[in-house]
């Protein structure tokens, strides 16, 4: 296994746990509008991301797997969002909020890495597909980063001196 192939699939890993994170951030903060569209907005990102990781991956010889599916589970959905809606109630919201900020922001962080990493291996070996890949999905990641960056910076003040 060389470099290009691990990076792949820890970015591929990476995209997916980040995909399903936007997800269940959404679900457990459906009542905060915005963070329950634009987290499964930028979640979609992600899905798009782990398919097209896996269709490089196969043109370089590697099996990455499915893209996580695009709907949650219905049961699981149900209780994610019975639980944000008695969790709205209660002082502690903001402070899980701003903990699912910050480890989705982490998460986006790590991913960003590695596409820088791939594209300094796509350079390297003149791999303009890899390249290619990188220069249309890694700009997304960072995007992810700057929400997560804005809306811990938005509501860091309100929650943290309201305790």
Do not use: F, Y
Not at 39 to 66: F, I, K, M
Not at 94 to 114: F, I
Not at 122 to 133: F, N, T, V
């Amino acid at each position: 296994m060389n470099g290009i192939t691990l990076t792949l699939r820890t970015l591929h890993r990476g995209e997916r746990r980040l995909a399903h994170d936007l997800v269940t951030v959404a679900e457990r903060h459906r009542t905060e509008h915005e963070v329950h569209h634009v987290a499964t907005d930028l979640s979609a990102w992600s899905r798009e991301h782990v398919r097209r990781l896996a269709e490089t991956g196969a043109e370089h010889g590697v099996t990455l797997g499915d893209p996580p599916g695009h709907s949650p589970d219905g049961v699981l959905a149900t209780l994610r969002k019975k639980a944000s809606e008695a969790v709205v109630h209660r002082p502690e919201p903001g402070l899980l909020l701003l903990r699912d900020l910050r480890e989705l922001h982490l998460a986006a962080a790590e991913n960003s890495l590695h596409w820088e990493m791939l594209a300094q291996a796509a350079q390297a070996s003149r791999d303009s597909g890899l390249l290619a890949l990188v220069s249309s999905c890694h700009p997304r990641t960072l995007r992810q980063m700057r929400w997560t960056n804005t809306m811990v910076k938005n509501l860091s003040p309100q929650i943290l001196t309201s305790l």
